[in-house]
């Protein structure tokens, strides 16, 4: 018969010891968090990271820096990938690998280390200065500069270990030749010149080519028989008085001079114009430049009056600045002939795309004419732009675009020189030109996407260009946020989507091309994919071929850069390949785990190579996605930051934090650290606050104050709810536009226990008319038609302005408000800052103000005295109204102002 009495004991028995098991499993887990650190201000600048990541070409070694474990040190690792091998080399700094794979050279302090990877041995050679690995023919060369300059240059075979002493260089570069040294040397017969000359380190021959006075940035042309360089006074190397061309073969040297070009004294060489001063591909021709000194032209003994003039085709703040009012001219010359043509006249630049390349004929460049500042295309006829193609072998001009306020972005000339691509602003699509017959072509009138600016600022937009070109340049790889195009450029084929719908919800940026933006049927693309519902990162594989789409590879909750956003791809620090191998090193990253190195072959299956976890001992971040309705049946969402001992029975103070969008770093990893802006993340989750980052929705009607209230307001209603929040304990935090946003919020409710803004606009009245000083030029177009939304002009739209600045509705704020405004604010007037805290004090509101000598619109980095001191006071203040904390006395009664830098005022109440 069935006991139902020994059953049920037993029943009771399991339940109790589970139960124990849990509680104790719960005590255990709580004892281990209550032991772990709590971030504070002596961890600031001492965290440990890896950084100056390196792979061999056959990808069997890797290379890092542990940087700060223990503090302040640095270790470099040098580590084989296929097994647990390493070596450990204490402040090791400058690592290259050599072409076979097989040594490792780095320096610490001054002393060279060459690190055999087979065996582990190490060779040092003291009293290095710098280094660097040269390959001659099969044999690759070290070659390293005392730190005895007069010793010159030392050769050392990596092979044979021979070893070759050039006197008196003190520069080299190798020759395309792969055969020989180009080496520059004190030339023996006059003090003050230098020599050039060419060096066989197998035969051990030179050959002396030219001397002289101080030869700078010299070049090659593509096939190694010619250099080109500038010479000029040491001291003022970029006030360049002549340009040589030197004929390796015959030694046969031309020179050009600013007489020759017709040019004062006034003008000078520049070297470095767009990169364009280069041989042309076929090595008959030289482009190069020529500028407008820094400063005035001639000292003047008038009275120094500024005459600011409506006619002016740019503001006087912009002429003003030396390095804006810079009129470059870019010149061809023909070797030949012994002849030069001017490429651009005044006014007149070649757009970014259209740079040379190698990759490109460079018969033609593309050369736009913009006299007035092009921000200000919308308004003035001054800045209207003007596209015209001009040959380089004759000067000969066809002007593409007559001037017009609707500018061509993104212009390309393809590969063999046939067709002009760009994007229209006008029609908002992208358009070919035919070089021969001058036809038009609207590529994309059939598509209907987005080419760029998602984020819904209605100023021009700025697609995200071409992506490739296919081999015989009759097609092109158009990008937008969510496909990759194919484009016939004569439109006799329809455009071809490669991804398919069901990655309807990414957005792709290309991470992996062949690196010389042209492709054939066949080749592999790698994309990076950002996940817009769950904010995870992941990465696809394109073949370009008919019919294939896009495959999917990886995806996980991580960030694999620094900063994410739409535009962004892998930085060549971010993602790195192995030379002769399919081995990728990259970092991998979340807001819980700190940045490490691992390896992949396949973006499938990743091989973590650094192992640096600082958070491990402390009680640190996790981070949440949190999507929710607001009041209009929209979804919005945010991203909320806890500590990892988060306790839900506990009545927690939030901080609201915002700008635009926020949850693109949802796995962002924050670093302990005294910003000069916003508050350290990892210090207020660590000691118990929560952070709740918001993204601010925009639509085409509301400005941004509105959406930010909106926005704002439905996040506090949502989180406000949850039984861990104290309601009475939450707080508003903004800085820049996220300023301006914190204070036109504040005007407009009173639910936030107090609030901290940094350098936002409170008058937009007087910010209408104000100069963004880095660059000299109007603030209007962030206003009548950029971030902040005003939907049009002062005039058109008065009421606007009126409703979103701040200082005329400070009488309804009811929140105590922390301020920081610096003097030197060059993008945000520190007006603006003061007026408002003036305007506040005359109301007799609870407001505060630091302001830091000599700082700009944030605390340099530079600075960390005051970075720390800046961090410090905001957290007082915070934790003052979120967590009943004293006051500190600079709160309480001030700090005179005889006493600023004598007493800190940072001693709280008794």
């Known amino acids: 018969m069935f006991n139902y009495f020994v059953f049920y004991n037993k029943i009771k028995l399991t339940m109790t010891r589970r139960i124990l098991f849990l509680l104790l499993f719960l005590i255990t887990s709580l004892q281990a968090y209550s032991q772990k650190k709590l971030v504070d201000t002596t961890d600031f600048g001492k965290w440990a990271y890896v950084s100056d990541p390196g792979i061999s070409n056959d990808g069997k070694y890797i290379s890092f820096t542990i940087n700060d474990q223990p503090y302040p040190s640095s270790i470099m690792v040098i580590k084989k990938t296929s097994t647990n091998w390493e070596k450990r080399i204490p402040n090791g700094t400058s690592v290259k690998f050599s072409d076979d794979s097989r040594s490792a050279i780095l320096k610490v302090k001054d002393t060279l280390q060459i690190v055999n990877l087979e065996h582990g041995q190490t060779q040092s050679i003291p009293g290095v200065e710098s280094f660097g690995l040269v390959k001659f023919k099969k044999a690759e060369w070290l070659i390293y500069h005392p730190g005895n300059i007069a010793v010159g240059l030392i050769l050392k075979n990596l092979k044979t270990g021979q070893q070759l002493t050039l006197d008196s260089a003190t520069d080299y570069q190798p020759c395309p030749d792969g055969k020989s040294l180009l080496v520059t040397q004190n030339y023996k017969d006059k003090i003050g010149e230098q020599e050039l000359v060419i060096y066989d380190p197998e035969l051990k021959i030179s050959k002396s080519l030219w001397h002289g006075p101080n030869p700078y940035f010299i070049i090659f042309d593509n096939l190694g028989d010619k250099i080109a360089f500038y010479t000029g006074s040491s001291l003022e190397c970029y006030k360049l008085a002549t340009l040589y061309i030197v004929d390796l073969n015959t030694g046969e040297d031309m020179k050009v001079t600013l007489q020759d070009l017709g040019k004062s004294e006034d003008m000078t ?77 005044e006014f007149e630049s070649i757009p970014y795309n259209c740079r040379f390349s190698r990759n490109r004929k460079d018969d033609y460049i593309v050369v736009e004419r913009i006299e007035g500042n092009a921000s200000e295309f919308y308004w003035n006829p001054k800045s209207k732009q003007k596209v015209t193609l001009v040959s380089t072998l004759t000067g000969e001009r066809k002007v593409i675009k007559e001037e017009s306020k609707d500018y061509l972005k993104e212009i390309e000339i393809s590969p063999n020189g046939n067709y002009l691509v760009y994007y229209n602003c006008a029609n908002r699509n992208y358009e070919s030109y035919d070089v021969q017959t001058g036809i038009v072509r609207n590529l994309t009138s059939s598509i209907h996407t987005n080419w760029g600016n998602i984020n819904g600022i209605p100023s021009m937009q700025s697609p995200l260009g071409i992506l490739g070109w296919m081999q015989d340049s009759r097609k092109i790889l158009l990008k937008d946020f969510k496909g990759v195009w194919e484009i016939d450029l004569e439109r006799q084929m329809p455009p071809v989507n490669f991804i398919t719908p069901n990655y309807s919800n990414r957005i792709f940026t290309i991470l992996r091309s062949n690196g010389n933006n042209i492709y054939q049927y066949g080749d592999i693309l790698i994309f990076q994919g950002y996940n817009l519902e769950n904010k995870s990162c992941g990465f696809y594989k394109l073949e370009l071929s008919s019919g294939k789409k896009m495959q999917f590879l990886s995806e996980g909750p991580y960030q694999y850069q620094k900063n994410y956003s739409y535009y962004s791809t892998l930085g060549p620090n971010e993602l790195m390949k192995a030379k002769y191998s399919e081995d990728y090193l990259l970092t991998r990253q979340s807001a819980s785990t700190a940045p490490n190195f691992f390896l992949t072959t396949d973006f499938k299956k990743f091989k973590q190579v650094s192992k640096v976890y600082p958070e491990k001992g402390y009680n640190w971040i996790t981070s949440e996605l949190h999507q929710y309705i607001d009041d209009k049946g929209e979804r919005q969402e945010g991203v909320l930051l806890k500590p990892q001992n988060f306790d839900p029975q506990k009545k927690y103070p939030v901080i609201f934090i915002y700008y635009t969008e926020s949850t693109d770093n949802l796995n962002k990893y924050y670093y302990p650290e005294a910003n000069g802006g916003y508050i350290n993340f990892p210090w207020y989750i660590s000691n118990d606050y929560l952070i709740f980052m918001p993204d601010i929705k925009f639509d085409s009607v509301s400005t941004s104050g509105e959406s930010a209230y909106h926005s704002v307001t439905a996040a506090v209603n949502y989180l406000t709810k949850k039984p861990w929040v104290n309601q009475n304990k939450i707080a508003a935090h903004g800085g820049s536009f996220g300023g301006f946003e914190t204070n036109y919020i504040l005007t407009k409710t009173g639910v936030f226990t107090a609030a901290m803004e940094l350098a936002g606009m409170t008058n937009l009245v007087a910010m209408y008319g104000s100069i963004f000083t880095p660059y000299g030029n109007s603030q209007t177009v962030g206003y009548d038609i950029g971030m902040l939304r005003m939907w049009g002009t002062l005039w058109d739209k008065q009421q606007n302005y009126l409703d979103n600045s701040a200082i005329l509705h400070a009488n309804k704020i009811t929140t105590p408000l922390l301020i920081m405004h610096n003097p030197k604010d060059g993008s945000v007037p520190y007006e603006q800052g003061l007026s408002f805290f003036i305007a506040l004090r005359r109301l007799q509101k609870k407001v505060w103000m630091l302001e830091y000598e000599n700082q700009n619109h944030i605390i340099y980095p530079s600075n960390r005295i005051a970075r720390m001191d800046y961090q410090i006071r905001v957290k007082q203040f915070f934790d003052h109204y979120l967590k009943d904390r004293a006051m500190p006395k600079w709160m309480s009664v001030g700090v005179p102002a005889k006493f600023r830098g004598v007493d800190n005022g940072l001693k709280l109440e008794e």
């Open 269 to 345: 060489f520049n070297a470095n114009f767009y990169d364009h001063y280069r041989f042309s591909n076929d090595g008959k021709r030289l482009f190069f430049s020529v500028s407008d000194q820094d400063g005035p032209i001639k000292p003047g003994n008038g009275v120094k009056v500024t005459i600011w003039n409506y006619q002016d085709a740019k503001l006087q703040s912009c002429q003003s600045d030396p390095t804006l009012a810079k009129q470059e001219y870019l010149y061809c010359f023909t070797i030949k002939q012994n002849k030069w043509i001017a490429l651009t006249n």
